[in-house]
Nanobody
Framework: QVQLVESGGGLVQAGGSLRLSCAASVSIFTINAMGWYRQAPGKQRELVAVFTRGGSTNYADSVKGRFTISRDNAKNTVALQMNSLKPEDTAVYYC?????????????WGQGTQVTVSS
């Protein structure tokens, strides 16, 4: 089992910044991929940014150059720094951890944190 506890989020004006943090209950070295997804009202959940175990990162095209994902191996945390926020970034943001289990992969999710960007 992997528990994910998120913090951060809130209300910000367009052009502002927010920082999200996610703490895992296990060593992130045991996790194959860890990152952030978001879901806006009426839309499907989508990838925002993710770290793979090898250390590479993937970003959604819509956030490249504005968002930065980072991790602290000692604290088993992953953070998402969001700059130049736009109203279309408004969504519930979920921390995700994917771990190899039972010959497959299992996804774990945080409780979600609301990010609202006003115009």
């Amino acid at each position: 089992q992997v528990q994910l506890v998120e913090s951060g989020g809130g209300l910000v004006q367009a052009g502002g910044s927010l920082r999200l943090s996610c703490a895992a209950s296990v060593s992130i070295f045991t996790i194959n991929a860890m990152g952030w997804y978001r879901q806006a009202p009426g839309k499907q959940r989508e990838l925002v940014a993710v770290f793979t175990r090898g250390g590479s990162t993937n970003y959604a095209d819509s956030v490249k150059g504005r968002f930065t994902i980072s991790r602290d191996n000692a604290k088993n945390t992953v953070a998402l720094q969001m700059n130049s926020l736009k109203p279309e970034d408004t969504a519930v943001y979920y921390c995700n951890a994917r771990r190899a289990e039972n010959f497959g992969f299992r996804d774990y999710w945080g409780q979600g944190t609301q990010v609202t960007v006003s115009s």
